[in-house]
Each structure stands twice: as C-alpha cells, then as structure tokens.
C-alpha cells in the first residue's frame, strides 16, 4: 500500500500499518517467551523494513503489554500494581513491601532497573498519580491474538491496519498536523497524552478508532523510549498515529494543499540539504 502523505513528506523511514490479526505472519521478529524487551525497539525496526508481532506472551514488558492491547499487564510487575506506582513516581526504597520484592528481583535484572526500582523514574510526582495514571488508561484487550507491526508499502489489498505509525522529523510532524486540520471540522484533531512510546502508537490510537470524531495522536514523547531507540532512529524522530479511516481522509488531502506550496517545498528542501 503506497501513501501519498509519505512521498509528500519525503520520508526516509516507513510508515507503520499497525494489524490485528489471528494469523501470525512469517518471519516477522518476535520476542522470546518471558523475555524482557521494549516494544519500540520492534517498531524502529519495522520503520526500517521488516516485520514484527507480538501475542499475550510476547510482548516485551509491562508497559508493552498494555500498550499492544493485551489488558492490565501493569498487575504482573514486580509487586504489582502497587510497587510499580512507586517505580514509575518516588521510589520504592522508602518501605517495607518494596524494599523486600527489590532484594527478590536484585538477582535477575539489570543494574540499571534495580536503580530505578528503588529510587524511581520520577516521571510522575507520587504514587498517587501514578494510579491516576493507570486508572485513566484506555486499556483493553483487542479481539485477535497477535499484534503486527508491519512496513505500510508491504500491506496487502485483504489487511485492514487498525492504525498508521508515521515516524517523522519535527518538519514532517508540523507538516501532519496542518494536515490532520486541513479539511476537518474543528482545530484539535491531534492530540498529545502523557504515556509510554508503545502506548501512544497503541492504545491511545486504537480508542481514536472508535471514536465519532477521530483524531491523530503524536508520541515518543516518552524520554525512556527516546534512549531505547536512539541508537536505531537518531535523536530526532517523533510519531503521529492515525486511525486507518482518518489516515485515507488525510491522504485524499494532498493536492491542491500546503504541501504543494512553497513555504513546505522550502523547509523539506532546506532539511534534505542537511542531511547529506
């Protein structure tokens, strides 16, 4: 499936057909059942051309669980939900239950999750919040059994991707915004929520699609998936995802637009002549 919106946007990396499906794909990168790993990872590697999926066992971490759609995995962490409401805020060293489950675990994990058990990510003020945090997620279990990331251009006539993962630069991002806005009534039809990189492409996207008046949600945003796919993806590549309806509304936008004016033409031109 070709995309308009990307040849516009000169894009260098592919947009991500996010599929539900009951049939896993071949060949697609997959985690090893119980092993830890980070959900973007996979995406930074889709972008670039292959394929990944995820089922129930599959899915990376807590985090990744939740964001694929695959319910409340937040239960399973370490001391469930409540030692990860001190992970994620101030840290667990200060009582009892989280010092105990951090001296079970301290054998097999890294140095570095140990570190932030104990001390926290700080990303949220208190424990409190966190909670507030879970309790507002648009959480779900999706009716299939495996999640694809899958290259867009490799998307065939018989899939129906739930959502599209533009990775983009801040050009390109500005750019998508206009034109999510560009034909739609109102002027906030992109949103941004606070959450994990892997649930701003997943479950944040996947509640747009049932919504009467779509929008699009912009994501890594998230400072841990930023240091996760660094090394695959560079320092400066944000996303905007698309429920699959309002992407082919976007994509029927392109001529006659901005995109085809002078102001666009000369900033992607300017950004071309940087990168080589």
């Known amino acids: ?118 001390e926290g990510e700080r990303y949220l003020k208190s ?22 990331f899958k290259p867009l251009k490799d998307v065939n006539p018989d899939e129906e991707p739930v959502v599209i993962v533009f990775p983009v630069n801040p050009h390109q991002l500005s750019a998508l915004v206009v034109l999510a806005n560009y034909e739609r009534e109102g002027f906030e039809n992109v949103i941004i929520p606070w959450g994990a990189g892997c649930q701003t492409i997943g479950i944040y996207a996947y509640r747009e699609t049932a919504s009467e008046k779509q929008r699009a949600v912009v994501g890594l945003t998230d400072l841990s998936a930023r240091k996760a796919i660094k090394k695959q993806l560079g320092d400066y590549i944000f996303t905007f995802t698309v429920p699959f309806k309002m992407f082919l509304q976007m994509e029927e936008n392109i001529e006659g637009s901005f995109l085809e004016r002078h102001v666009w033409l000369s900033l992607i031109k300017a950004y071309e002549s940087e990168s080589v």
Request: some cysteine.
């Open 1 to 118: 499936m070709d995309s308009r919106i990307a040849k516009s946007l000169k894009m260098e990396l592919n947009p991500v057909a996010i599929i539900w499906s009951d049939k896993k794909p071949e060949n697609a990168l997959q985690f090893k059942e119980g092993k830890w790993g980070c959900v973007m990872w996979m995406f930074a590697s889709a972008a670039k051309g292959k394929v990944a999926v995820f089922d129930r066992n599959t899915y990376g971490c807590w985090g990744g669980g939740v964001g694929l759609g695959f319910g409340n995995k937040y239960l399973d962490f370490p001391g469930g939900l409540e030692c990860f409401s001190y992970f994620l805020s101030n840290g667990n060293k200060e009582w009892d239950k989280g010092k105990n489950v951090a001296e079970q675990i301290k054998s097999y994990i890294t140095k570095e999750f140990y570190d932030d058990f104990l």
């Open 127 to 148: 424990p409190e919040r966190v909670m507030k945090f879970v309790e507002q997620l648009p959480m779900m279990e999706i009716p299939a059994k495996y999640v694809i």
